[in-house]
């Protein structure tokens, strides 16, 4: 069945607030709450071991309580899994691993039904080498029609033995793998910037626009509420596929932020407008300055672009990000969007506690100074309630409103993240993020599904964070998100206005946004709380202080 879209004029005031004029002002995703689930770890309803759809929708009325706008779900297409299902073999259907269409639609039908958006990741930059149309490529010759989809190029050198050009795969390794020729001989080479396994589409060849745009109507019709556009700003590479030139930063790369990119977004906007019920396309794009990233959300463009994690624990820093993002995006007429965390990086808990100098890609047995989870938790939960504070949208990582902290003993022979092969073991990779989740402390896999499997080795610290020893506990992190999330609504304070506040050192991050106050103390020392009462507070307050690592929210 197909679902009703939520909102059709995309005017839907927050509950406690009058209407307000312009539908742009108020539309949804500007201060929208957007939960991330990666399906393979969120829940698993037939047993195997990998979570799937039918576990999402399972578990929807935890995400409804939690108090979330939208979800959006990492790919859960047709797919060999070599990286996360960001290799897609079809992008118009659901893998076996995860269910069916039919499951999709209810997954949707539900979520709509509890007031919950759904927007879905597209990745549009490569396919799974399972693809049939890389499959057509293998066995055609070199400048064939089957060939221009992707981007096979001859070798360099008197053999063609070399690589067309320098390019590096962000897994490790050359971005190019050669093919065998018709004959058996040696023959072509194509381009990965991921996994060998996930070949780049060529974007200036009209049979790969005209079938995104097909992709994209395909769920637009099933009822989706928008799309994550992975890897949004590497769809176009420059004429030639000059080499890279390693004195400059990777942002003036020849595959990275291409003048040509913005035209497929407008084309795809125009598409997204076509439907009813306000749409959203959101730019995974990374690229510097920020002032440059806003280009992706020009109001012909995209409606979001995801913001810098936060990675820095120093009030200094996070002013200037917090200042030149809302000054970047607003000069543009787009909100901010604020994210803590997401499936490629080390949980914040951990990752806020590690010096910055060394913040290796993906931690395990053999790091060094991975800290002690209880002194990593008080950041986690101040970093939390900032993020929540912030004018314009918010992105939660699955796990995160549980307080995780990044696995770190996985074995090397669990592992599975295709960095740690392409690294040799050198890198990690992403897996400790992604371990999947604890929902009841005494039940077999901690309740993630009906038995024992999961994908990956679950630790023990899972039985003490598991959702059900949190749910209505006083202080618990699933708590502090809840009460969070609420008065982020009550109190509008995604609408902002941000304000600094003077007064206070340097190490605490003071601001009013609406009627709210906000203080994050960064340093190590407690500095005393200004006069107002006190709504919500990361840390218990003994007395008139806010201690370090602590950020509370008061009445202004
Ligand atoms: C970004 C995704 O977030 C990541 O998980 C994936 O490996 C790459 N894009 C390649 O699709």
Not at 231 to 250: I, Q, R
Not at 300 to 305: F, G, S, V
Request: hydrophobic share 35%; glycine share 8%; with cysteine.
């Amino acid at each position: 069945m197909l679902a009703t879209p939520l909102d059709p004029l995309g005017t839907r005031p927050p509950a406690d607030e009058p209407s307000r004029a312009s539908p742009q002002v108020t539309a949804w995703w500007r201060t929208a709450v957007i939960y991330q689930v990666y399906p393979r770890s969120f829940a698993d309803a037939d047993g195997d071991g990998i979570g799937d759809l039918p576990g999402v929708t399972s578990r929807l009325d935890a995400l409804r309580r939690l108090g979330v706008d939208a979800l959006w779900l990492s790919p859960f297409y047709t797919s060999p899994q070599r990286d996360g299902g960001y290799d897609v073999a079809d992008h118009c259907d659901v893998d076996p691993l995860f269910g069916t269409l039919a499951d999709f639609d209810e997954l949707l039908h539900q979520a709509h039904a509890r007031g919950i958006r759904v927007i879905a990741d597209i990745v549009p930059n490569h396919s799974s080498d399972r693809h049939p149309w890389f499959q057509e490529a293998l066995t055609s010759t070199s400048g064939s029609a089957e060939r221009a989809r992707y981007l096979f190029r001859d070798g360099r050198g008197p053999d063609g033995s070399e690589p067309p050009n320098n390019w590096q795969s962000h897994f490790g390794g050359p971005a190019w793998t050669r093919v065998p020729a018709a004959d058996g001989t040696p023959g072509q080479w194509y381009l990965h910037l991921f996994d060998t396994s996930q070949p780049d589409f060529d974007w200036s060849n009209a049979e790969v626009r005209a079938e995104f745009r097909r992709v994209l109507r395909f769920w637009l019709d099933r009822g989706i509420d928008g799309f994550r556009v992975d890897v949004a700003s590497s769809l176009v590479k420059a004429d030639g596929l000059p080499d890279v030139d390693p004195s400059l930063d990777e942002d003036l790369a020849p595959y990275t932020g291409q003048p040509g990119v913005h035209e497929i977004y407008r084309d795809w906007r125009s598409i997204l407008d076509e439907y009813p019920g306000d749409r959203v396309l959101v730019a995974e794009s990374w690229i510097k300055p920020l002032t440059r990233r806003a280009d992706w959300v020009r109001p012909d463009e995209m409606h979001q672009a995801f913001n810098d994690l936060f990675d820095d624990w120093d009030a200094p820093t996070l002013r200037g990000i917090v200042e030149n993002t809302l000054a970047a995006f607003s000069a543009v007429g787009a909100p901010s969007t604020w994210v803590a965390s997401n499936h490629d990086t080390v949980r914040q808990a951990t990752r806020l506690s590690l010096p910055r100098s060394d913040r290796p890609n993906g931690l395990g047995p053999r790091s060094t100074g991975v800290p002690a989870y209880d002194d990593t938790l008080p950041r986690a939960r101040a970093l939390a309630m900032l993020t929540l504070s912030l004018p314009g949208a918010a992105y939660l990582y699955q796990g995160e409103e549980l307080g995780l902290p990044e696995v770190t003993d996985i074995p090397d022979a669990a592992r599975q993240d295709p960095t740690f092969a392409r690294t040799a073991g050198e890198q990690y990779g992403r897996d400790g993020c992604r371990v999947p989740l604890p929902w009841e402390a005494d039940a077999p896999s901690y309740g993630f599904g009906p038995g024992d499997a999961s994908w990956l080795p679950q630790p023990t610290i899972w039985a003490r964070l598991a959702r059900d020893r949190q749910q209505d506990v006083p202080g618990s992190t699933l708590t502090l998100y809840q009460d969070a999330l609420v008065l982020r609504r009550s109190r509008s304070l995604a609408a902002g206005p941000l304000v600094w506040l003077a007064g206070h050192p340097p190490h605490v991050l003071a601001f009013r946004s609406g009627r709210t106050t906000v203080l994050v103390n960064m340093g190590s020392t407690p500095t005393p709380l200004p006069a107002g009462d006190v709504l919500l507070s990361s840390t218990d307050l003994d007395d008139r202080t806010l201690p370090s690592d602590t950020a509370v929210w008061m009445h202004s």
